[in-house]
């Protein structure tokens, strides 16, 4: 099994900064990606913001130029920098792992999710 540790949310207000982190651990054997996704009341889950093993990104319209997602590979550990922060980014954020452990067998798992409240 693979366990997903999110830290760095919070209240913060609008036009503030905010960096979430993730680590995994367990049975992994490699990374293919990991991203960051987000829930607001009443919303759909949508994407956030992802990266691939070699370091591509993806990132949702709304939060392009605002947002950046990173990696550690050393510490198997994503990060998503939240800045600019608008009332709009409430919502609670998820980190999502797509992992291949020694048996290369394929995982999709999810972190338990961390409130980031933009308002004043």
């Known amino acids: 099994q693979v366990q997903l540790v999110e830290s760095g949310g919070g209240l913060v207000q609008p036009g503030g900064s905010l960096r979430l982190s993730c680590a995994a651990s367990?049975?992994?054997?490699?990374?293919?990606?990991m991203g960051w996704y987000r829930q607001a009341p009443g919303k759909q889950r949508e994407m956030v913001a992802t990266?691939?093993?070699?370091?591509?990104?993806n990132y949702a319209d709304s939060v392009k130029g605002r947002f950046t997602i990173s990696r550690d590979n050393a510490k198997n550990t994503v990060y998503l920098q939240m800045n600019t922060l608008k009332p709009e980014d409430t919502a609670v954020y998820y980190c999502?792992?797509?992992?291949?452990?020694?048996?290369?067998?394929?995982?999709?798992?999810w972190g338990q999710g961390t409130q980031v409240t933009v308002s004043s």
């Open positions: 999502k792992t797509i992992v291949e452990n020694s048996m290369n067998r394929q995982f999709q798992y």
């Open positions: 367990g049975s992994i054997f490699m990374i293919h990606l």
């Open positions: 990266i691939t093993t070699g370091g591509s990104t």
